[in-house]
């Protein structure tokens, strides 16, 4: 099954709801399992540098099946390969968060904006994600990124 729009949508909109909570100002974006981004929205008064922010984060994300903070070393994973030879960064900091459903990766979705603050935008990500209902990532990931010890 592919990640839709209107799914896509809805983690957004639970990510900036989540944020408002927070009372912190955001940028969220989604993508699919291969790293193209399927939505993105800036809140009002955001940094617009961390638009690339919260899409690298997602798309680091979606290819390695880890939360972003968690990956080290380059993501050349297949996927998500040819996003990033574009030129869409791959970020290695919290805020980004994988979306499975039955044990596939669907996609990934990263937020940015919250300064050193990284464990608020891990929450807006997840709180985005929750938004489809219960996950289920891989019992045994095969991934080729390794988490941080």
């Known amino acids: 099954m592919t990640l839709t729009l209107a799914e896509a949508n809805t983690i957004v909109a639970a990510a900036i709801?989540?944020?408002?909570?927070l009372n912190i100002i955001v940028n969220v974006a989604v993508c699919d399992n291969q790293g193209h981004l399927i939505a993105f929205n800036r809140m009002?008064?955001?940094?617009?540098?961390?638009?690339r922010f919260a899409i690298g984060k997602a798309v680091v994300s979606a290819g390695t099946g880890l939360p972003s903070g968690e990956v080290v070393g380059r993501v050349d994973h297949p996927p998500v390969a040819g996003v990033v030879a574009e030129g869409v960064p791959a970020?290695?900091?919290r805020g980004g968060l994988p979306i499975f459903r039955s044990g596939q990766i669907e996609g990934g979705c990263g937020v940015d904006g919250a300064p050193s603050h990284h464990e608020q935008e891990e929450a807006c990500a997840r709180a985005g994600i929750a938004s489809l209902g219960p996950q289920q990532p891989?019992?045994?990931?095969n991934f080729?990124?390794?988490r941080t010890p």
């Open 17 to 21: 709801a989540k944020a408002r909570q």
């Open 44 to 51: 009002d008064r955001a940094f617009a540098e961390g638009d």
């Open 91 to 93: 970020l290695h900091v």
């Open 144 to 146: 080729s990124a390794r």
């Open 138 to 141: 891989p019992s045994s990931p």
